[in-house]
């Protein structure tokens, strides 16, 4: 089981308590950016698109403990920039542990070998390592604009698994991605270990430096992971709702819940959400009270939320459908148990997709004898 029933128990009451008390605002996920620079400038971040006195401020661990208690969320996502900078990050950690919340501390894994063999984390079923990895070999090497981080971040992966540490994988898919690539990657993290796999399309947020290559248009999204996620291995396990999984599918229809996953970082706590910056609250109270949250989302008619599917906007509409009714939990429940979605149309598809130009050299408009691409890869890199 790719989450632990006691993180599951957790979530369950206090989603049930959260609504049984009347309340329609409440987080599930606190997203803490401790700082916004990193190691990496990968071409689809726009965290990093700070000046360099931005980048070098970062949250203190009182700062970071506060944020945690005022918001109250019992899981905590740690992302960046890259949090295995932050000179503190041991103290953040071990302090959240203490509260008995669950972590998943983002990291590209470029410093996770070495933090770990210099002692600074001690294994728990509270810290789980969720690294950033966007697909095999080729294909993250050039997402994340540097040869030979894949093969790091495989080296950090297994030390953290030897040493008995939770790991999971975060997956950003972008438009071009090969699905049988995709899949191909499921079976070397499994291979790898690791207790299960996040995946979510890219979002064309506005400091992003490339806004070519994310997924612009949401059929086209649910197509992708149809294929991706149809006649699934039993052995690949992930780490996130199956009914959000559902919903990428195509197989379900949600509205998006930005409350659900709120941000809180050098700034203060963003408006409206991960992704998108309309403003700065001073506290917690202060963001979801004046938050006109009737101005985002797809229903909404905002221009900035149409195609956006991420998994920090819907995912916590997903697990709140499964503690909506019986009907919620039933079909949570009957997607943990039928989980690999039969579908001959979709195998068919990938078998399609498998004779056309894929990765890295596709997207430029060029084939792997040199030759230019036709079609919509050339004229996207156009």
């Keep these: 089981m790719p989450v632990p029933i006691s993180q599951m128990w957790t979530v369950a009451t206090y ?12 987080p599930l996920v606190l997203m803490l950016e401790p700082l916004l620079r990193c190691n990496l400038a990968c071409a689809g971040c726009g965290k990093i698109q700070y000046p360099a006195h931005i980048l070098k401020r970062e949250l203190s661990v009182d700062e970071c403990v506060r944020a945690v208690e005022e918001c109250g969320a019992p899981m905590v996502s740690i992302p960046g920039g890259e949090p295995l900078l932050h000179p503190k990050i041991g103290e953040i950690v071990k302090s959240l542990v203490a509260r008995r919340k669950y972590i998943y501390l983002c990291t590209n894994a470029l410093l996770l070998k070495q933090r770990l063999e210099e002692g600074v984390f001690t294994p728990s079923k509270y810290l789980t390592f969720s690294v950033h990895m966007d697909g095999q070999e080729e294909h993250h090497d050039f997402a994340v604009c540097r040869e030979g981080t894949y093969k790091t971040a495989r080296e950090g992966i297994a030390l953290a698994v030897k040493m008995g540490f939770r790991v999971t994988t975060n997956t950003t898919l972008f438009d071009g991605a090969d699905p049988n690539s995709v899949r191909a990657f499921f079976d070397e993290m499994m291979d790898l270990g690791v207790e299960g796999m996040m995946v979510s399309p890219g979002y064309a947020y506005p400091k992003a430096p490339d806004q070519r290559h994310f997924l612009a248009e949401r059929k086209k999204t649910n197509e992708l992971f149809e294929m991706i996620a149809s006649n699934r291995k039993k052995r690949w396990k992930f780490n996130q709702s199956p009914l959000f999984l559902e919903y990428l599918m195509g197989k379900r229809e949600y509205e998006c819940t930005p409350w659900g996953m709120p941000t809180y970082n050098i700034f203060g706590w963003q408006k409206p959400c991960y992704l998108l910056q309309d403003g700065y609250a001073d506290s917690f109270k202060e963001l979801i009270a004046t938050t006109k949250w009737e101005n985002y989302g797809r229903a909404s008619g905002n221009p900035k939320c149409q195609q956006c599917m991420v998994h920090s906007g819907y995912e916590a509409s997903a697990v709140n459908h499964t503690f909506a009714s019986f009907g919620g939990l039933f079909a949570t429940v009957k997607a943990m148990v039928f989980n690999t979605y039969a579908n001959p149309r979709a195998a068919e598809r990938l078998k399609e997709e498998a004779k ?27």
């Design 356 to 382: 056309k130009p894929h990765g890295p050299m596709a997207l430029l408009g060029v084939s792997i004898e040199g030759k230019p691409v036709a079609g919509e890869a050339a004229h996207r890199a156009a």
């Design 15 to 26: 989603v049930l308590g959260q609504r049984l008390r009347g309340n329609k605002h409440y």
